[in-house]
């Protein structure tokens, strides 16, 4: 059985780091209990980041010297990394010569887009994908230079065949068995560029900026591997988040479906589409921590298992505003929230939650994303209805955030509602929207975003705390 193995920018963030990934990735390979290992890598720390603002700045400033700058800082940042990932000299010439001429071919794509004054969605997929095809080569280097044989592959390359919804492509294809298995089969370790992918075409593609997980999880999908493991920087799914809430703990073991929730709503730890792929397979899927490797970190599987309390973790989405479109008009009108969601999908707005009350009259929807976002919503719902009397009133409020309480133990369970909005009272929070889905794992509501670290921090104490 195979093992699929992700790690993250903040694994591979240099040349140390990346050596010691490859020894991770070489005793998965010759533990006896796993047969075969393909690896997903994600770009160096912070190099996808560089890659979008120098196209944004090849595009907006159309500054050559600035190019220059950037590709000579990128060469000597890579030949660092070459040098502590790779000890045998050989080695490090072969590895070195193909990520120069990768960058040289990036600059050339970058000066064509200051000249041109042009970024398409699909030059950019192309400029964006860079950061991978350099970090896998790398690894892949220092995987040989640890003495087993290695490949690097791009994503489609590797069988991940898409549409050409550049940005955010869906999978159209799974050739992954077929491009793969021979690999393997010759005891060759495959490190696969996450995040990338490719048209039938040849054309580049990605699946989104975090979207390694879920190269990762298709991978595992297409060779029905023994498991997926996430190689991050935290030591699993934890009940909160750290950063703003105290005593979290991590969360040994999670169903399926609680992860999906808590990757839609906050846990950053897990790309929100890794999922689902798995699920479809019954492929469990473990986060570990590549600086603690000792750790078990979280388990995920289809296994609903109850913990103590009936809440397993409760996560929280800042970045976020909540429109509120009012108006009497409404009522009764087929086709009005059609309507509503039209005039969002032009604006390109991430919706997250949706309520309508019951007389019609509010519909209420809460969008991750800025100002800029929240002002192109708010002028496409005013195009929309400007010549209609069905809406009488649209508002957007910026100052909010989204709380998510999380756990299979919620579903059926009495009074739970009552006792969690209680808890929100008691914080002083005052609640502007509630939405529960059908799976009721999940009660999201809607708070101030200044109200969010003291309602955040009494949640965890009363439901996870004290019922562990």
């Not at 140390?16 to 720390?45: F, G, L």
């Not at 600035?66 to 800082?73: G, L, V």
């Not at 990128?74 to 990520?99: D, F, G, Y």
């Not at 289809?302 to 909540?322: P, Q």
């Amino acid at each position: 059985m195979t093992t699929v193995m992700k790690f993250g920018g903040t694994s591979v963030g240099d040349g140390e780091r990346i050596r010691k990934v490859a020894k991770i990735v070489v005793d998965k390979y010759n533990d006896k209990n796993t047969n075969n290992v393909v690896v997903v890598t994600s770009a160096m720390s912070q190099i996808t980041n560089s890659l979008v603002e120098i196209s944004r700045q090849a595009l907006n400033v159309r500054d050559i010297v600035k190019i220059n700058n950037f590709i000579n800082e990128l060469k000597e940042k890579h030949k660092i990394a070459i040098n502590n990932a790779i000890k045998n000299k050989e080695l490090q010439e072969e590895v070195r010569t193909i990520i120069n001429n990768s960058i040289d071919e990036l600059e050339k794509v970058l000066v064509g887009v200051s000249y041109l004054g042009e970024l398409t969605p699909k030059s950019k997929d192309y400029i964006l994908s860079f950061g991978e095809r350099l970090s896998a080569p790398l690894l892949c280097g220092a995987i040989k230079d640890l003495g087993q044989k290695s490949i690097y592959l791009l994503g489609g390359e590797a069988g991940l065949i898409t549409d050409d919804n550049y940005g955010c492509a869906r999978l159209i294809k799974n050739k992954v068995s077929e491009r793969l298995n021979p690999l393997l089969e010759n005891n060759i370790i495959p490190v696969v560029t996450g995040f990338v992918a490719s048209t039938e075409l040849g054309d580049i593609t990605t699946f989104g900026r975090g979207g390694s997980d879920y190269s990762a999880a298709l991978i595992g999908a297409g060779l029905n591997a023994k498991t997926v493991e996430i190689w991050t920087d935290v030591s699993g799914i934890l009940t909160s988040d750290p950063r703003i809430v105290k005593n979290v703990k991590r969360i040994p073991t999670i169903s399926y479906i609680e992860a999906m929730e808590l990757a839609y709503f906050g846990a950053k730890v897990l790309h929100p589409r890794t999922v689902e792929p798995l699920m479809e397979k019954n492929i469990p899927l473990r986060i570990k921590n590549t600086f603690e490797p000792e750790n078990e970190g979280t388990y995920i599987t289809n296994s609903k298992e109850l913990c103590n309390g009936i809440m397993k973790a409760v996560s929280s989405i800042r970045d976020v505003f909540l429109i509120n479109i009012f108006g009497a008009g409404m009522v009764g009108v087929s086709g009005t929230a059609a309507r509503i969601f039209s005039a969002l999908g032009r604006a390109k707005a991430n919706v997250l939650l949706i309520t309508q009350g019951s007389s019609e009259t509010n519909v209420s929807v809460v969008i991750y994303g800025n100002s800029s976002d929240a002002n192109n919503c708010m002028n496409e719902l005013k195009k929309e209805f400007e010549h209609t009397n069905l809406v009488r009133d649209i508002t957007i409020d910026e100052n909010v955030a989204v709380i998510s309480a999380v756990g299979v133990g919620m579903k059926g369970s009495r009074g739970i509602a009552g006792e969690l909005f209680k808890t929100v009272g008691e914080s002083g929070a005052n609640i502007k929207m509630i939405a529960q889905g059908s799976s009721e794992v999940n009660i999201s509501f809607v708070i101030g975003d200044d109200e969010l670290e003291k309602c955040l921090n009494l949640l965890h104490e009363r439901f996870i705390v004290n019922k562990s």
